[in-house]
């Protein structure tokens, strides 16, 4: 995988994965808890797996919206990039 960040999609299918927590996993930053590992919790999850904890949770779109505008943020200012070349995420359907 070759990316900067992660949402993991958790389900009660994916919770179980054993490639959901390789992947997650692979978005390394100090100190443990990142910005750059995230997820959406479906709302009838029962468990949650303890990798989860390294990143931000989210239980709403209007969460996961915010979490990826100010990262995108982050990245245009580190890259001097224009924020009108980088697009907003589309709705969940």
């Not at 943020?73 to 995420?89: H, W």
Request: net charge negative.
């Amino acid at each position: 995988m070759n990316c900067t960040h992660v949402l993991a999609v958790m389900t009660a299918k994916t919770a179980v994965s054993r490639w959901v927590p390789y992947e997650y996993g692979r978005i390394v930053d100090l100190p443990t808890n990142s910005l750059r590992t995230s997820s959406w919790i479906e709302s009838t999850l029962r468990y949650q797996p303890e990798y989860l904890q390294f990143g931000t949770k989210h239980f709403d779109e209007n969460s996961i919206n915010n979490w990826y505008r100010a990262e995108r943020n982050l990245f245009a200012g580190n890259c001097k990039q224009d924020l009108e070349n980088i697009p907003d995420p589309n709705p969940l359907p």
